[in-house]
């Protein structure tokens, strides 16, 4: 199991090959728009990622084990 922590990250866009990682902190990688690939993610933190408008976000939420978000 991986666990990967970029909170603050603010110039990734891409979290396309983040998939298969267990746990995975986003938190405030205001960049961010497509989350689609994240399904495998066993934790997912994307709190205050304001700019996520992939419209299949709802997979992601019936996936994900543990999905913290807000601040949109």
Known sequence: MYDLDLKYCENITDV???GNVHTL???CCKNI???SMLGNVHTLD???C???TD???SAI???????NYGGW
């Not at 939420?61 to 999905?67: D, E, P």
Request: net charge positive; charged share 15%.
């Open 55 to 57: 419209v299949s976000f």
């Open 25 to 27: 902190n986003l938190m």
């Open 16 to 18: 396309s090959m983040l």
């Open 46 to 48: 994307i709190r205050n």
């Open 61 to 67: 939420v019936r996936n994900v084990h543990t999905l």
């Open 33 to 35: 728009t497509d989350v």
């Open 50 to 52: 304001k700019n996520i």
